[in-house]
């Protein structure tokens, strides 16, 4: 048997299982927030209910990272590394859904059973075979709701990245940052969590730090035409005119699809007085 202690637990309220998920996972990532601070985030009245991707949007909107998971072979090995998981259950029928939210907390599989925060329930054993009909109706999605610094224990680098990009998108820069530093650690290679780690620094305003991801970039891939461009408008801002130059005639030389941006930098530099 294993069960997560201490998780925060907020019945719901009609049709709100969405924001009450929502907000005790945020609880465990370290932020303290009602549902009804997120139902204007989350939830849709016509709908009466929350949909996936309001989900992952106010996760972003609060400055962590929303990955999403699918089956039992993701759902198991988080919880054991210490982290909760939302998932989407179908309690109706195929042709008559009734959509649901719980946050799985446990398990015990000697039983056969799981253990969830789940409407208005702390600590609901269900059995898992009853579990595991209602969330294959979903597709067995999942979210992991995480603080950037923490990587899924089954993360790639591809969907990991991808959900770290998603708080950028949403301009939490700083949370950005982290999770691109985070990726780092588990892949120094990474060409993606440099060139997002210089634009999150360059987004913040930090022009040496986003120099340092950029010269990161082009030292471990040479290749790399973007990397060498986007080092050359930092250089630029900087007021190093002729090293910029030399980044982006070097991003020009290499081409690609994205030749023409280089081009367009390489004019703005020049035209500079």
Known sequence: MYELKNVAFYPQTDYQCGPATLAMALAWSGLKISPAELKNHVYTPERKGSLQMDMIGATRRHAKIAYEIKGPDSLFPELVAGQPVIVLQNLGLTWLPVWHYALVIGYDLTRGMVILNSGVSER??????????????????????????????????????????????????????????????????????????????????????????????????????????????????????????????????????????????????????
């Not at 620094?201 to 790399?224: I, K, M, S, T, W």
Request: contains cysteine; proline residues 4%; glycine residues 6%.
């Open 124 to 273: 609901k054993v269900m059995p898992y075979d009853t579990f595991a009909k209602t969330w294959a109706r979903s597709d067995y999605w999942g979210l992991l709701v995480l603080e950037p610094q923490k990587i899924p224990v089954l993360a790639t680098q591809k969907r990991y990245l991808s959900a770290v990009f998603g708080l950028e998108k949403s301009q939490r820069f700083q949370a950005a940052v982290e999770g691109y530093q985070s990726a780092l650690t588990r892949w120094p290679q990474s060409l993606a969590a440099l060139m997002g780690l210089g634009n999150s620094y360059y987004a913040l305003g930090d022009l040496d730090a986003a120099e340092n991801a950029f010269r990161r970039a082009v030292c471990n891939h040479p290749q790399a035409g973007e990397a060498y461009n986007n080092l050359a408008q930092v250089l630029f801002e900087q007021g190093r005119k002729q090293e910029a130059l030399d980044a982006v005639q070097k991003a020009i030389a290499l081409g690609g699809p994205m030749r023409a941006r280089f081009e367009a930098t390489l004019l703005e530099i020049q035209s500079a007085k």
